[in-house]
């Protein structure tokens, strides 16, 4: 009798047989064990991000020169005609463009 | 739809979802607790854990998944890792007086949802093979397993295991070898 024949015989076997392990609940307990992935509530998220907008809005009033700011400002703006309808052509073609993108999917 | 691996791997990776890792766990938990199962000596709870610890594991380091090597033999070398780590702890405690984690096989032959298909000669097989095959070392027992019954390459359990091609031939004609006498061994212990 040849050894290995007789061991390749008997691995076709279990081969051939090999049962399917019913999952029952295994793939349960592994996601259990996943790390939870860091998901916040939608109100955790508004409260931080509307807790930080008013830190950033106090520090801004604290901190930023707004009288130097106000000299800044123009008194009196004139706008022809011409520079309106260009300034109106360039948002037109901006938002055109932006849609274009959004449904072709470019980005 | 049926997803492919990539697609599911993919989902993981980018959108760390847990249902598509589900889906993965789902595909490949039979063959490699069964795997498991063959390599532990038909240990159930101890195949399990370690098939736990494999996805656990796979799952962290999904991302440095490139897709040269079949997702199967990636799970295996991760699975591979794992078995000769958890043995390696067992021995020592065997050896300080701890536990010993081999005498804890089970009798019984695993829950399966073709249990009617299977006849009972078929699961005595399975079993024996497995306790047959847990005297001989981890590796020509990987070696062995993944030789004979997934029907690997050499050339893919050389890169499963990361040893040398050479070594792999000898621990396939060593482990046969061994087998061979053990199972001589259990047939005239199962005669008398």
Known sequence: MNKHTDIDDLFATTRHTEPYIDNAGFSTKVLARLPQRAELSFWKETLITLAFTALGCTLAYLFFPSEQLTLLVPSKVVISPMTLLTITGLISLACASAYWVDKTNRL | ?192
């Open chain 2, 1 to 192: 739809m049926h997803r492919t691996d990539q697609d599911l791997i993919k989902a993981v990776v980018k959108e760390d979802s847990h249902t598509a890792f589900a889906e993965l766990v789902k595909r490949y938990q039979s063959p490699l607790r069964y795997s498991l199962r063959q390599l532990t000596g038909w240990n159930e709870a101890l195949a399990d854990d370690l098939a736990q610890e494999t996805f656990i594991k796979a799952h962290r380091a999904l991302a440095g998944y490139k897709g040269k090597a079949k997702f199967s033999s990636w799970l295996y070398r991760i699975a591979y890792n794992e078995m000769v780590s958890h043995f390696r702890v067992a021995r020592n405690r065997e050896l300080t007086g701890h536990i010993n984690d081999f005498d804890s096989v089970t009798d019984d032959l695993c829950e399966t949802g073709g249990d009617a298909s299977v006849d009972s000669a078929n699961q005595n097989l399975h079993r024996d093979l497995a306790k047959a095959m847990h005297s001989l070392s981890d590796n020509q027992r990987m070696a062995l397993h993944l030789h004979l019954h997934r029907e690997c390459t050499q050339q893919e359990i050389s890169d499963i295991m990361s040893i040398p091609l050479g070594t792999v031939k000898t621990l396939i004609t060593r482990g046969k070898s061994r087998l061979q006498e053990l199972l001589i061994e259990w047939n005239t212990a199962a005669k008398t």
